[in-house]
Nanobody, 119 residues
């Protein structure tokens, strides 16, 4: 079992920046497809960005050019750099990693970290 722990959330003014971190208890990110999701109050969880085991990244249209997903395999940590934040980016942000080992599927989630952007 792998544990994911997010950190770095907080309150920031519109136009500001935050960097979220997702630490893993195991060396999982280098072999997985990993992602950041977010869920605003009263809304469904939505995909923000993904990074494959090969390092290919993809972003939701609403964060393209503002957010960057990255990982440091040596530190077992994934990041989400968020710039030019908007009030509509306010949400709980979750990290996720999933894949298959020896034909067994895995899908791990962190507990979430709150990001609040004030106008």
């Amino acid at each position: 079992q792998v544990r994911l722990v997010e950190s770095g959330g907080g309150l920031v003014q519109a136009g500001g920046s935050l960097r979220l971190s997702c630490g893993s208890s195991g060396s999982i990110f280098s072999i997985s497809t990993s992602a950041w999701y977010r869920q605003a109050l009263g809304k469904q969880r939505e995909l923000v960005a993904t990074i494959t085991s090969g390092g290919t990244t993809n972003y939701a249209d609403f964060v393209k050019g503002r957010f960057t997903i990255a990982r440091d395999n040596a530190k077992n940590t994934m990041y989400l750099q968020m710039n030019s934040l908007k009030p509509e980016d306010t949400a709980v942000y979750y990290c996720n990693t999933n894949g298959k080992i020896f034909s067994k599927q895995y899908d791990y989630w962190g507990q979430g970290t709150q990001v609040t952007v004030s106008s």
